[in-house]
């Protein structure tokens, strides 16, 4: 019985590694964290993190966001670094710059940025090397 107590007080603290901004509250200024964000209010600044961040239908960051993957159905006005996936929801409104690894896009969003992937042109560049080095291969036998 009291192991059981125990062990769920555990399970709280392992899983609260989530930031949360609620809808109605406004942060103006710079976030830092090694947990996930989630916001479905208003940010206006930078947020850190190695985590996920998640913007809620009713969330707006503006300014800065660097982290591994992103889910939007809210506003995004700014700079947008993501090593991993940026994920658009339907009422998403992204405007700025977008750096990412990969995008997946729903019908309805908008996306109005300038938008580098990365990884992507680093394989067009050694597969266009590659066959470069083939086909000049290929001229010197014939």
């Not at 479905?40 to 009713?58: H, L, Q, R």
């Not at 809210?74 to 750096?99: C, M, P, R, Y």
């Amino acid at each position: 019985m009291f192991s059981e107590n125990k062990k769920s007080k555990l399970d709280l603290e392992t899983t609260s590694n989530q930031n949360l901004i609620a809808k109605g509250t406004k942060m103006i200024g710079d976030l830092e964290s090694e947990g996930d964000f989630r916001i479905d209010g208003t940010v206006e600044g930078s947020i850190k993190t190695p985590g996920k961040i998640v913007v809620g239908k009713s969330g707006f960051v503006k300014g800065t966001i660097s982290g591994t993957d992103a889910y939007f159905e809210g506003k995004f006005s700014g700079t947008l670094t993501l090593s991993g996936t940026l994920t658009l929801k339907n009422s998403a409104q992204i405007e700025g710059d977008v750096t990412l690894g990969k995008l997946a896009v729903e019908p309805g969003a908008i996306f109005n940025v300038n938008c580098a992937m990365t990884g992507a042109a680093k394989d067009i560049q050694k597969n266009e090397r590659e066959r470069t080095t083939k086909k000049a291969k290929q001229e010197e036998v014939a």
